[in-house]
């Protein structure tokens, strides 16, 4: 795990400065890296590589940049789990290093821009061909790994964090469609930051700098194509093995690996199977809760995991305290806001882990692949209504029924704000309104943004786009939701991952991200995952012999809430008030007085204040700081 940075000059022209311009990038870089670091220039000038390095495979060789025989130069962030599979496979290479990052190389000049179909991990990489003259860089299939980039005056920038770039913009500016879509989702779409003119290469995609061109292209998609041929044993079986084969890759490593526990079912799941290959007892386990009540600790369920497979518990308690202490910290490493409060408590058991880990395994893509959000159970009980009222339940559009979906609805029971707003009007509009509706955060929304400045741009209609994908059937409700999450949350999430693991120097790796589960896992019907509306009930029912029964038969599913609006009315009022005065009246978008107002009504629920804080802290670290990064370049040697 480590940190990429480069530049290549358009116009093939020497890039003045640029060895001081790779040294910029790469110092700020130094968190993903602490163990080594590097920069390569071409003797043209015009191109250059910079690294930082985690070391987790090959400790004493496998520095970067590193160059092969035939020239070529790779800077590489990530893991290749099959490193060592592909090695036997591009024999008689010269390798000089045991690491995966030399495979990698050997891998391009086997098959070209088409390594990437070979590869089994997370990985983001920049890669110079000396021979035709073209930089070649790609993304791992989900984005677990980040890839940013931008074009500024003829010279292409790119690194694993957009903080590395923003000394060579010509200004510091926010994107206001990717704003927009972020006041709406807490996610930016479609490959969007909340930088103007910082891309991220999207997951699954690669892009090729050749003659002055850049172009992106798709090299991996997922596609839906159900399997109603096998029964539900068959799906157990294969799924087991691949998610046992997936671990045991996972836990490849020249160091010792531990494993989150929330204590939910995924990490869960990771952690146990994870504590019974590697065999033998005091396999390290990470778990944060909060001094807040039953509603924000699931720490009981992570202790009967650790007890049931003898793992050493490691716990962190999060209070109002570390919110004021860590949150600026939090959402500098972010680089910009997603996906909700979660950063913050992750922040801190990561901080936890790497005191005792370099390497730890997570539970991130469960919810997203096997169906796992509340939401997706109120939507279908919506269309369960709908049917009954219609008639049409017998239709087989539908995979629960009436019935059967009434007892599963207990997982609802903390979720009644989100209910009564679903259901606040639009019922029975077509199946992309409701989703749509779902998971808009921004319904409750009025005075506090100033709408008029944020332009004729629909976020909807990018929604529409995935949602209404072509590589889903067009009839599975079940699939088009967990497919929009799965291109648009997940990578979020992955980003918050990414993030809050490497600003403790931590490589985090998601088992359940392996592209052969993924595949394997888009053939099941939706009946198969989703049962009788039984959030996850393939994962469960399959893996269940790996987990106690209190983990199994549990119904709260929480993730990881985080009690900001208990803190707000507490100890944490005047941090935020303050927060507010300070900086938001300078602010074009929003409406300081309304902010405020809604406040001291405490009318502020969690997510809303969340995305409207996590906004305000983001214009102080970045935009109110925009000379401390353009000094970087001035000042550097």
């Known amino acids: 795990m480590c940190g990429i940075a480069g530049l290549i000059a358009l116009d093939d022209r020497a890039v003045d400065g640029a060895a001081r311009h790779l040294q910029v990038m790469n110092d700020l870089l130094s968190h993903r890296g602490p163990d080594d670091e590097g920069v390569w220039l071409h003797d043209n000038g015009h191109v250059g590589l910079a690294h930082r390095r985690l070391s987790i495979i090959d400790l004493e060789s496998g520095q970067q940049?590193?160059?092969?025989?035939?020239?070529?130069?790779?800077?590489?962030?990530?893991?290749?789990?099959?490193?060592?599979?592909?090695?036997?496979?591009?024999?008689?290479?010269?390798?000089?290093?045991?690491?995966d990052t030399e495979v990698l190389l050997a891998a391009y000049e086997k098959w070209g821009t088409s390594c990437v179909d070979h590869l089994q991990g997370m990985f983001a990489f920049a890669i110079w061909d000396e021979r035709h003259n073209l930089l070649f860089c790609a993304r791992d299939r989900f984005g677990i790994k980040p890839f940013y980039y931008t074009v500024v005056d003829q010279?292409?920038?790119?690194?694993?964090?957009?903080?590395a770039l923003l000394p060579f913009m010509g200004e510091i500016a926010t994107d206001i469609e990717g704003l927009k879509e972020y006041i709406i989702f807490q996610l930016c779409l479609d490959g969007r930051t909340l930088f103007k003119d910082i891309h991220q290469l999207r997951p699954g995609q690669r892009l090729i700098v050749q003659g002055g061109v850049v172009r992106e292209e798709q090299y991996w998609e997922v596609f839906y194509d159900l399997d109603w041929g096998h029964t539900p044993q068959?799906?157990?079986?294969?799924?087991?093995?691949?998610?046992?084969?997936?671990?045991?890759?996972?836990?490849?490593?020249?160091?010792?690996?531990?494993?989150?526990?929330?204590?939910?079912?995924?990490?869960?799941?990771?952690?146990?199977?994870?504590?019974?290959?590697?065999?033998?007892?005091?396999?390290a386990a990470f778990n944060g809760r909060f001094d807040n009540g039953p509603l924000y600790d699931e720490s009981r369920y992570a202790k009967a995991v650790a007890e049931?497979?003898?793992?050493?518990?490691?716990?962190?308690t999060i209070g109002a305290g570390d919110f004021i202490d860590s949150i600026r910290q939090v959402i500098y490493y972010l680089d910009y806001p997603v996906a909700g409060p979660g950063a913050f408590p992750q922040y801190h058991v990561s901080q936890l882990a790497a005191q005792h880990r370099k390497v730890v395994l997570g539970g991130q893509g469960g919810d997203e692949i096997f169906g796992g959000y509340v939401r997706y159970l109120l939507a279908y009980f919506e269309q369960c209504i709908?049917?009954?009222?219609?008639?049409?339940?017998?239709?087989?559009?539908?995979?629960?029924?009436?019935?059967?979906?009434?007892?599963?609805?207990?997982?609802?029971?903390?979720?009644?704000?989100?209910?009564k707003e679903f259901w606040r009007d639009g019922l029975f509009e077509s199946l992309d309104r409701r989703y749509y509706r779902l998971v808009n955060r921004a319904a409750s929304l009025a005075g506090e943004i100033n709408w008029d400045v944020l332009g004729d741009y629909s976020p909807f209609d990018t929604f529409s786009k995935i949602f209404n994908a072509t590589n889903v059937a067009s009839n599975s409700y079940f699939d088009r939701m967990t497919h929009f999450d799965f291109k648009t949350l997940l990578p979020g999430l992955l980003q918050v991952e990414d993030r809050m693991s490497m600003a403790h120097g931590l490589e985090s790796r998601v088992p359940f991200l392996y592209y052969p589960l993924i595949e394997f896992a888009a053939t099941m019907p939706a009946d198969v995952k989703f049962k009788d509306g039984t959030l996850k009930k393939i994962l469960i029912d399959t893996m269940k012999d790996e987990l106690p029964e209190l983990v199994v038969n549990r119904k709260d599913k929480m993730g990881f809430p985080v009690p900001l609006n208990d803190w707000v009315a507490g100890e944490l009022k005047e941090f935020v008030f303050d927060l507010f005065h300070a900086g938001a009246a300078d602010r074009p978008y929003f409406h300081r007085e309304a902010i405020l107002a809604a406040l001291d009504e405490n009318q502020m629920f969690s997510r809303k204040l969340w995305g409207l804080m996590s906004l305000e802290l983001w214009h102080q670290e970045f935009h109110d700081q925009a000379g401390k990064f353009k000094k970087l370049v001035n000042n550097a040697a």
């Open 155 to 163: 010279h292409l920038y790119l690194a694993s964090e957009p903080k």
């Open 234 to 283: 068959h799906f157990e079986d294969q799924l087991r093995e691949l998610i046992e084969q997936s671990v045991a890759l996972h836990l490849r490593s020249d160091v010792p690996v531990g494993a989150y526990l929330s204590g939910g079912a995924d990490s869960s799941i990771m952690a146990s199977l994870a504590a019974r290959l590697q065999g033998g007892s005091g396999f």
């Open 65 to 99: 940049p590193m160059i092969s025989p035939a020239g070529n130069v790779v800077s590489y962030n990530g893991e290749i789990y099959n490193y060592l599979e592909l090695r036997e496979q591009l024999k008689p290479y010269p390798f000089r290093t045991t690491s």
């Open 386 to 419: 709908r049917g009954a009222i219609d008639g049409t339940l017998q239709s087989g559009n539908f995979v629960v029924t009436y019935e059967s979906i009434i007892p599963n609805l207990v997982a609802l029971q903390n979720y009644q704000p989100m209910i």
């Open 308 to 316: 049931n497979r003898g793992m050493d518990l490691h716990q962190v």
